[in-house]
């Protein structure tokens, strides 16, 4: 993790840096990752089945901020997503997702076997949340729950057969509760060449940029699509293509490799935590995790289409890197009271 963040940082400082001035966006990320070391060591020190005890709480808090967004949030791009916290600004929908992930892990563990009903509750359980964070509207951590919601129950017995379904659902219902800007996301995916200069450009000059790169890449500050500005939001959803070009497929391996070995870890520890509830836990972060890696990478490189969640550890974002170093501490708290093996 902490190799990761910094790695975050110098493709960071490369991708919004002047000389040797500090970009303000690295004076903010680390302001937020110092805040992020003590609620990791918070959240690895407190026994998480103290987190079970108060899910409701939990639960309800959840909502509310998700609520308050739509009133009091600050407005950016067409999107209420942030709770203004002086000069700075906090995500409600990325902490969404780790409690989340608690409260569903708590009901879940309480059962021994589901029953209709309790499948029924468990979706609206995480229907809430979701309607709330797609009338901001944030598509992407929308999809991220939607993925931690089908793993955890998965995970918990519940038949391959009842998720394609959901799925398929969702996907008739999708063009009634989409944006227009969503929409056509979802068409430049499919045609980029269709509106070079509108909805596929991003993905157009990400691949351009993370092909330039080749082997070993053009070097730290030499690219020039992210450089010059080709790239839109290139420090934060598209901050692969600043990797790709400028370290090229050696370092965007190096950082896959990484990656890799925090979900190799957490599987390690899902199949070694003390009971159900803390496997479910480690579940919902791992899935978390690994949905963002591959759908930010996935969407940099043309194979998904743009749904602007960040690269975890590596992206810009105080609210995202945060609530992943609060999920990395999770994971270390349930691996350390995991069962002793012999």
Not at 195 to 200: F, K, L, S, V
Request: hydrophobic share 55%; aromatic share 12%; with cysteine.
């Amino acid at each position: 993790m902490l190799s990761l963040i910094a790695i975050g940082f110098l493709i960071i400082y490369s991708a919004t840096g002047r000389g040797i001035e500090v970009s303000r966006e690295i004076e903010k990320q680390l302001i937020w990752f110092f805040l992020g070391l003590i609620l990791l060591i918070m959240m690895t020190l407190v026994d998480y089945e103290f987190w079970g005890r108060i899910y409701r709480l939990i639960y309800f808090m959840n909502i509310l901020l998700l609520i308050l967004v739509l009133f009091i949030g600050h407005d950016a791009r067409g999107s209420q997503r942030w709770l203004p916290l002086g000069p700075f600004s906090f995500q409600p929908s990325e902490l969404a997702k780790l409690l989340l992930i608690i409260t569903l892990a708590r009901f879940l563990s309480t059962r021994e076997k589901l029953t209709a009903l309790d499948i029924a509750f468990s979706l609206f359980h995480v229907a809430i949340p979701m309607l709330l964070i797609l009338k901001q509207p944030d598509l992407g951590t929308a999809l991220v729950l939607l993925a931690i919601y089908f793993a955890m129950m998965y995970h918990k017995g519940v038949s391959p057969f009842y998720l394609p379904g959901l799925t398929a659902i969702g996907a008739m219902i999708a063009p009634f509760v989409l944006k227009d800007y969503q929409k056509k996301r979802l068409l430049a995916f499919l045609n980029p060449e269709s509106d070079p200069h509108g909805g596929g450009w991003n993905i157009i000059q990400s691949k351009i940029a993370i092909g330039s790169g080749k082997l070993f890449g053009k070097g730290l500050f030499a690219g020039t699509q992210g450089q010059l500005r080709f790239v839109p939001e290139h420090s934060t959803d598209f901050i692969f293509t600043v990797v790709g070009e400028e370290l090229g497929l050696v370092g965007s391996l190096l950082i896959l490799s990484l990656y890799f070995y925090v979900l190799w870890q957490g599987i390690k520890v899902i199949s070694h935590a003390k009971d159900d509830f803390g496997s479910l836990i480690a579940t919902g972060i791992l899935t978390m995790l690994f949905f963002h890696v591959v759908v930010n990478i996935g969407m940099t490189i043309g194979i998904m289409p743009i749904t602007g969640i960040p690269l975890p550890f590596i992206s810009y974002g105080g609210s995202s890197l945060l609530c992943n170093m609060m999920a990395i501490g999770m994971l270390l708290g349930i691996s350390l009271r995991r069962e002793k093996i012999f």
